[in-house]
């Protein structure tokens, strides 16, 4: 196997590692209580999305078919990207602090936050989180790895979007829909 290949599958693991210790320590730390719950399995239809798209992206990745030529500097464009996505996704969740949670609630004292890149998006976690999937895709150096983590992944990510972004209307009505006229969901000026 390919020294880049192993590489890219350690991220994976290591990446996976991460967002399962950062939802272990929050259920521990977390001493607000639960209002309101709505994220109606947006979670789980997001991760077997992710899943799926990392499944086909690794199976086609594998192989030489849709190879780009000069793997090496795709793979350095992906390793890049990630690091960006990484730190994209930390910040995010650094600047909600006791607000964040893996699933779709209201938390005792729940304020909607405005603050760091959320004056501009307002999902900057979940665009952190699809940098670093396509990242890895782009690292195998394969255009087909590329569309089939995109499909899947998108898909699942749009569905918990539209799921947040309607509980968010249901908890803060005018306010959030003045905060959306504001910003846009995942790229600022475009989506």
Do not use: C
């Not at 939802?23 to 399995?41: A, H, Q, V, Y």
């Not at 749009?158 to 509980?167: G, L, N, P, Q």
């Amino acid at each position: 196997m390919d020294l880049k290949v192993i590489i890219i599958i350690a991220f994976t693991y290591l990446y996976g590692f991460f967002e399962m210790l950062m939802w272990i320590i929050l259920r521990k730390r977390r001493n607000k209580i639960i209002e309101k719950k709505g994220d109606k399995g947006s979670f789980w239809i997001m991760f077997i999305f992710i899943a799926i798209g990392y499944s086909l992206s690794f199976a086609v990745g594998s192989t030489k078919t849709g190879r780009m030529v000069h793997w090496d500097t795709f793979f350095i464009i992906g390793v890049l990207l990630a690091i960006i996505g990484l730190f994209i996704r930390i910040y995010s969740i650094l600047t909600l602090k006791q607000h964040f949670t893996y699933t779709v609630t209201k938390i005792e004292g729940h304020e909607l936050i405005e603050t760091g890149m959320y004056k501009w998006i307002r999902h900057p976690g979940y665009l952190g989180q699809l940098i670093i999937f396509e990242a890895t895709a782009i690292a195998l150096a394969n255009w087909l790895s590329v569309i089939l983590m995109f499909i899947p992944v998108f898909i699942g990510y749009y569905y918990r979007i539209r799921t947040e972004e309607k509980f968010m209307m249901d908890q803060w009505g005018m306010k959030y829909t003045e905060y959306q006229k504001r910003t846009n969901r995942l790229i600022p000026g475009i989506f």
